[in-house]
């Protein structure tokens, strides 16, 4: 029997066979590549969280055993952080999440532990912020320097006053924020102070020296 190749059923039968092979080759690529896809996630996390150490450059395979020699994640009241020892200093790396002005932006604030409360280094990264504008708290490492020294706390408060300003009235909490991104560093600066607010800064210390 000749099959009619210009009837609709032809061309319905025809359409979902081939929806149906496409979707079963696309499933099998992705489950083929999750993997790796995992792996390379895990790889940029651990990068980032070494930028924020100012450990910077590094190739994959070095980026690997610096974070398994400097690097170990921990927690305390159920808020995760990274305990990290740099050429014997003791440093804690905190997560951070929050809005810019198109989309998420994220990064790692690292503290000395010693005083947890002195920025030894940061790295910020975003999802869609504008390229030459907002996207310079990714691309502009100069500018994520800036934060190097910075105070989390002004004198005996306990507040998170370090962030983000437009004028700069406090050299010792404060970091310029980005020209010609006024939305996103006002997001970079309630994403520090939201975030860190969330960590009992004191349990933290206290875990800390008694791991020692």
């Not at 740099?86 to 997560?95: A, Q």
Request: aromatic fraction near 8%; glycine fraction near 8%.
């Amino acid at each position: 029997m000749k099959l009619n190749t210009n009837s609709n059923s032809y061309t319905m039968v025809y359409s979902i066979v081939l929806v149906v092979i496409v979707s079963f080759l696309l499933a099998f690529v992705y489950v083929a590549l999750k993997p790796q896809q995992d792996r390379n996630v895990a790889l940029d996390e651990k990068k980032q969280i070494l930028n924020s150490l100012n450990l910077r450059g590094l190739s994959d395979t070095d980026a690997e055993a610096t974070y398994n020699k400097v690097v170990s994640k921990d927690s305390v009241n159920h808020k995760p952080f990274y305990n990290c020892n740099v050429d014997g200093r003791r440093v804690v790396v905190f997560p951070l999440k929050g809005m810019g002005l198109w989309g998420g932006i994220s990064g790692y604030i690292a503290v000395d532990a010693s005083d947890m409360n002195t920025v030894y280094g940061v790295y910020f990264n975003h999802e869609s912020e504008t390229a030459g504008l907002g996207a310079e708290i990714k691309d502009n490492v100069e500018w994520q320097k800036k934060f190097i020294g910075k105070k989390l706390h002004a004198g005996d408060s306990k507040d998170i006053v370090l962030g983000v300003k437009k004028k700069v009235t406090d050299k010792t909490t404060q970091v310029d924020a980005v020209t010609g991104a006024t939305l996103t560093s006002n997001g970079v600066d309630a994403m520090l102070k939201t975030c860190l607010t969330q960590y009992d800064l004191e349990a933290i210390s206290k875990s800390i020296k008694a791991s020692k």
